[in-house]
């Protein structure tokens, strides 16, 4: 039997918003306009610049926008997300990406489940498109497949027609829209240094999950999302950064006969799959990107 965990919750939590900034600050701009149609207004949004080439500072400070901090990343800072949290001073932590626009209950309704449930560590909006309103981009995860290392996201491209609406428990958080009570991630651990992108999400979300808390999918909340969620066409880094991420986060988050079950079928069937596509393709940098993502798990011992 789960053991419960029971978390007390204030009568109005302060929230903090925490975004990324990096050669977008239109974007981010568009991002905090958004946010002055929050009806819930106990919270601070911080925005973290992690260098960019023109300083944003005066653009966001022009706009005037509610309860903002801006950060200032420098060379030193491995993790702007973590570095962000560190400071920031809320009960839970709203992170969302910058290229994507709340509505006026995000707030609310990603809050409200944490005041009825004991068990719950995170709460994730629907994700619909920017441009096409009414198609989903995530309305939580399914289970991940041990064998591939890989797991598919529910409704993603689907139009909404109300089938998703429904609040569930769900099997991963997306990173760049997704409440978390601040103790939980003291607890369960910042967001991993080693993957920059890709798997991310999924390795918190490991952590958060085997510390005995649930992450629920809660349809109420809507986020307009501007980009893909998932890119169309990967180039290079993108394969590099998926095919090392993979690998490194079953190393953590696989048992020995999980994880070789996981490599032999990587190499059996991933390997000369890929490497034949890539071949086919004349995509010699993409197919450089596959191997070098391999050896870099093959040099680093450890998968902290």
Same mark, same amino acid.
């Given at each position: 039997?789960?053991?419960?965990?029971?978390?007390?919750?204030?009568?109005?939590?302060?929230?903090?918003?925490?975004?990324?900034?990096?050669?977008?600050?239109?974007?981010?701009?568009?991002?905090?306009?958004?946010?002055?149609?929050?009806?819930?207004? @106990?919270?601070?949004?911080?925005? &973290?610049?992690?260098?960019?080439?023109? !300083?944003?500072?005066?653009?966001?400070?022009?706009?005037?926008?509610?309860?903002?901090?801006?950060?200032?990343?420098?060379?030193?800072?491995?993790?702007?997300?973590?570095?962000?949290?560190?400071?920031?001073?809320?009960?839970?932590?709203?992170?969302?990406?910058?290229?994507?626009?709340?509505?006026?209950?995000?707030?609310?309704?990603?809050?409200?489940?944490? *005041?009825?449930?004991?068990? /719950?560590?995170?709460? &994730?909006?629907?994700?619909?498109?920017? @441009?096409?309103?009414?198609?989903?981009?995530?309305?939580?995860?399914?289970?991940?497949?041990?064998?591939?290392?890989?797991?598919?996201?529910?409704?993603?491209?689907?139009? !909404?027609?109300?089938?998703?609406?429904?609040?569930?428990?769900?099997?991963?958080?997306?990173?760049?829209?997704?409440?978390?009570?601040?103790?939980?991630?003291?607890?369960?651990?910042?967001?991993?240094?080693?993957?920059?992108?890709?798997?991310?999400?999924?390795?918190?979300?490991?952590?958060?999950?085997?510390?005995?808390?649930?992450? /629920?999918?809660?349809?109420?909340?809507?986020?307009?999302?501007?980009?893909? *969620?998932?890119?169309?066409?990967?180039?290079?880094?993108?394969?590099?950064?998926?095919?090392?991420?993979?690998?490194?986060?079953?190393?953590?988050?696989?048992?020995?006969?999980?994880?070789?079950?996981?490599?032999?079928?990587?190499?059996?069937?991933?390997?000369?799959?890929?490497?034949?596509?890539?071949?086919?393709?004349?995509?010699?940098?993409?197919?450089?990107?596959?191997?070098?993502?391999?050896?870099?798990?093959?040099?680093?011992?450890?998968?902290?």
């Amino acid at each position: 039997m789960q053991e419960k965990k029971f978390i007390l919750v204030k009568a109005k939590p302060f929230i903090s918003i925490i975004t990324l900034n990096w050669n977008q600050t239109e974007i981010t701009c568009q991002f905090l306009e958004s946010t002055r149609k929050l009806l819930y207004k @106990h919270y601070e949004i911080l925005v &973290c610049d992690m260098g960019s080439a023109a !300083d944003p500072t005066m653009q966001i400070i022009a706009g005037n926008y509610p309860n903002t901090r801006i950060l200032k990343a420098d060379a030193n800072t491995d993790n702007g997300v973590n570095w962000s949290i560190q400071q920031a001073k809320g009960d839970f932590i709203l992170l969302v990406n910058n290229h994507t626009e709340l509505t006026e209950n995000t707030l609310d309704d990603l809050l409200a489940p944490f *005041l009825t449930d004991n068990i /719950l560590g995170v709460t &994730c909006p629907k994700i619909c498109s920017f @441009h096409k309103k009414n198609e989903i981009q995530y309305a939580g995860y399914n289970a991940l497949n041990r064998l591939t290392g890989r797991k598919t996201i529910i409704g993603h491209k689907k139009e !909404d027609k109300g089938q998703y609406d429904i609040p569930l428990y769900t099997h991963g958080a997306y990173s760049g829209a997704m409440m978390i009570r601040k103790s939980v991630i003291e607890q369960a651990g910042m967001l991993p240094r080693n993957f920059f992108i890709y798997f991310d999400d999924s390795d918190v979300s490991a952590r958060i999950l085997k510390n005995g808390y649930k992450i /629920l999918y809660q349809p109420k909340a809507i986020v307009y999302n501007k980009e893909p *969620l998932l890119p169309s066409e990967k180039s290079a880094i993108n394969v590099y950064y998926n095919t090392r991420n993979r690998i490194l986060f079953m190393r953590r988050n696989s048992n020995l006969l999980q994880f070789s079950a996981f490599l032999s079928f990587f190499l059996l069937l991933t390997v000369p799959a890929a490497a034949i596509k890539f071949l086919l393709k004349r995509q010699f940098t993409h197919l450089q990107s596959f191997f070098k993502g391999i050896w870099w798990n093959v040099k680093m011992r450890t998968a902290a």
